[in-house]
Every structure is written in structure tokens, then in C-alpha cells.
């Protein structure tokens, strides 16, 4: 197999997520969410990031054919935001939708107007730079089976919380190329 290109994907950092949470302590109650409940509708304004602390998020584009795209999925300890719609001040590009049961603290984006705020604001639109940046190099360097086999040896939490088609979602196949793949390394 050809040599793969990939930066370390996701899974926030943890020290970042930890001092959100610290500067958030007692301002914020925690919520939870059950699975398909729409934290933000694709087309309208996001007013909330949420910073995960149990459970999974999926930002996830529905199309005109009735079809889905997975911009990213959100593991405990991320802040689950969708960036340029929060700088641009758009309309959500993306649904923000529970995948998993989720514990979360709903944060109003307007905080990071706040001065006290900017030094953390500046370090979230950092750390999702680099996210998009290995996400970028991950999906147009690698064939689908070494995006998979990558998830498979590094991020295998991930797949243990997701269903395979979300999983083919991820990496930009369909379900039934997943499969294959899957039967191919001999796990199905």
C-alpha cells in the first residue's frame, strides 16, 4: 500500500477543552441531548457552540437529492462549532445534530465578543485550523482504504461510538465501498 499522508485528525485538545470548561465553571449548567435532536438547523443563524463532555456531535449537510455530507464529526472534550458560519456571521452551512447521547455545556458565542474571552477565541480558531488543515490532507492525499485503516489504528474510539454508514460518511464513500473495503482487510 502506497505511503499515507496524515496529520493527526480531531480529538480536541484536551488542555484547550479543559480550560474552556474551567472558564465556563458555574456560569453554564450542563444539558443533555438524545440522539437526532438538531442543536442547530442547517439555513439559520447558530447563536450557541457546545463543548462536548459525553456523547457525539455530527455537523452534517443535507443535499437537494435527499442525500447526506459529513463535514465532522465531535468527540468529548471538543467545543462543537461551526467556524466560518461563527466568524462570517452566515446562515449554518451544516445541520449540528446528537449522533450520540450527548452531556454538553451550551455556550453563547457572544461571550467570545468579550475581551476577557479573545485569548481562548484566538486559540479555538487555531486549533480548528489545524483540524481543517489535517482533515483536508486526510480526505485529498489517501485512497478511502487508508483514510479507513487510519481510523481503524488511530482513532478507534471513534469508530466504537460510530455505525458504518457515518463511519463511510467520514471518509467520503458510500456505505457499499465501505464494505468492500471492509471484506478486503477481512473485518466483515
Known amino acids: 500500500m502506497p505511503q499515507s499522508h496524515i496529520l493527526p485528525l480531531g480529538d480536541s485538545n484536551r488542555e484547550l477543552a479543559h480550560a474552556l470548561a474551567d472558564k465556563l465553571a458555574g456560569r453554564y449548567p450542563t444539558k443533555q441531548f438524545e440522539r437526532d435532536d438538531v442543536l442547530v438547523q442547517q439555513g439559520q443563524k447558530q447563536y450557541y457552540g457546545y463543548l462536548l463532555l459525553d456523547g457525539v456531535l455530527g455537523a452534517l449537510h443535507a443535499t437537494a437529492d435527499g442525500g447526506q455530507k459529513c ?91 460510530l455505525n458504518l454508514t457515518e463511519v463511510a460518511l467520514y471518509i467520503g464513500i458510500s456505505a457499499i465501498s465501505l464494505s468492500r473495503i471492509r471484506k478486503r482487510l477481512n473485518l466483515s
Do not use: G, M
Open 71 to 161: 463535514k465532522e464529526f465531535y468527540f468529548k472534550d471538543e467545543f462543537a462549532l461551526l467556524f466560518t458560519n461563527w466568524l462570517t456571521d452566515t446562515d449554518a452551512f451544516y445541520q449540528l445534530k446528537v449522533i450520540k447521547s450527548a452531556k454538553v455545556i451550551v455556550v453563547p458565542l457572544s461571550l467570545f465578543t468579550q475581551p476577557a474571552w479573545q485569548c481562548l477565541k484566538q486559540q479555538l480558531i487555531t486549533q480548528q485550523l489545524i483540524f481543517k488543515e489535517a482533515k483536508e490532507a486526510f480526505l485529498l492525499l489517501n485512497t478511502p482504504e487508508q483514510r479507513y485503516c487510519y481510523l481503524l489504528n488511530e482513532k478507534p474510539h471513534w469508530l466504537a461510538q
